[in-house]
């Protein structure tokens, strides 16, 4: 039996999936650290977990010299990532992350606080943006305004491990919005015990524009379009290829 295994489970586990982060990674997990050193279960109660998915670059080496456990994903799929990190956790709470953003200093116990009664199944912080302009401004509008109607948001997303495995995680056949279904899944499983989703706003984390940086602060209206265009004309695979450029191959 190895140390981890006889010691005490953590009460969290931070999962991240990981592609090539080595430029973003580093900031996130200082946020980490200062929200695991504030939270009053103290920073032991708190595991970190990067799921390498096939990284080329140092991201892995980071995340262990950083203290983090690594578990290598091969299959490159966000979704895939997200639930072999899952996998290996100790923690009764999940918690996951995209390895650009920074979190909240009071993430954990504000996530304590709430989960700690039966009300809730599973919920998200929100984000803030660390940059704006008017086509980002626009873009936000329209993704508030879809968390509004929807009732679910981003940013870190947190559930009980058992209710996670209930539905089995992510759906790995998705290669983007894997994020939306997990929840509204949720969802489903919390109406049928008369519990909801939670949006946790006060800990907001803050995520990178890092694909405003690259695509240009109007790109998510044309991608929409696109997107739209090809399902209605029954070009699936356009899309698809339009994905894995946009997530899986934009490093």
Not at 6 to 23: G, K, Q, R, T, W
Not at 27 to 53: F, M, S
Not at 188 to 211: I, M, N, Y
């Amino acid at each position: 039996m190895t140390d981890e295994d006889s010691s005490p489970p953590p009460c969290f586990s931070l999962v991240i999936p990981a592609y090539n982060e080595e430029d973003y990674l580093p900031r996130l997990l200082d946020t980490v650290d200062a929200a695991r050193q504030t939270y009053r279960g103290g920073p032991e109660a708190i595991e970190v977990i990067v799921a390498d998915n096939a990284s080329t670059d140092r991201t892995a080496t980071i995340a262990a010299e950083r203290g983090c456990r690594v578990v290598p994903v091969t299959r490159r799929a966000i979704a895939a990532a997200r639930n072999g990190g899952a996998a290996v956790a100790r923690g009764e709470i999940l918690c996951f992350v995209d390895a650009d953003f920074q979190i909240h200093l009071d993430t954990f116990g504000a996530i304590d606080e709430l989960m700690s009664g039966k009300r809730v199944v599973a919920g998200a912080t929100g984000v803030r943006l660390e940059r704006w302009s008017l086509g980002i401004a626009c873009t936000y509008v329209l993704m508030v305004s879809m968390v509004v109607v929807l009732g679910m948001d981003t940013g870190v997303v947190f559930v009980r491990r058992e209710d996670f495995e209930t539905i089995g995680g992510y759906n790995e056949d998705r290669l983007f919005a894997e994020d939306v279904q997990f929840l509204l899944d949720m969802r489903r499983l919390g109406k049928s015990r008369g519990q909801r989703l939670h949006r946790l706003t006060e800990v907001k984390a803050l995520s990178s524009t890092r694909k405003f940086d690259r695509w240009g602060d109007w790109h998510f209206f044309r991608m929409i379009s696109q997107h739209l265009w090809w399902m209605l004309r029954g070009r699936s695979a356009n899309s698809e290829r339009l994905a894995r450029r946009y997530w899986y191959e934009d490093r």
